[in-house]
């Protein structure tokens, strides 16, 4: 089964298989490590979550983008995300 992109002004976004919805959510962070795991469950955020692999329209940069409802998500995740 093909998997649907979304594209939007920043990105083109290709939604992972374990997100419960497809929603962008208006806090985002491009994170450009196209290959990092990230697990969003480890983090125990209060809102909800979508991870997509992302192509950045600006420079074509490949990379992962997560999209948070909370703006405390975002920066809990900004604060403990590093990549592998």
Known sequence: MAT???QTEL?????SPRNTTKE????QVFVPYPYAIIDLEVMELA???T???ACRLADMKMGQVVTFE?????ARFERLFTPD
């Open 51 to 53: 991870l997509f692999a």
């Open 47 to 49: 809102g909800k979550t």
């Open 70 to 74: 909370l703006a405390a998500d975002q």
């Open 11 to 15: 990105y083109k976004l290709y939604p």
């Open 4 to 6: 649907q992109t979304i």
């Open 24 to 27: 962008v959510f208006a806090h």
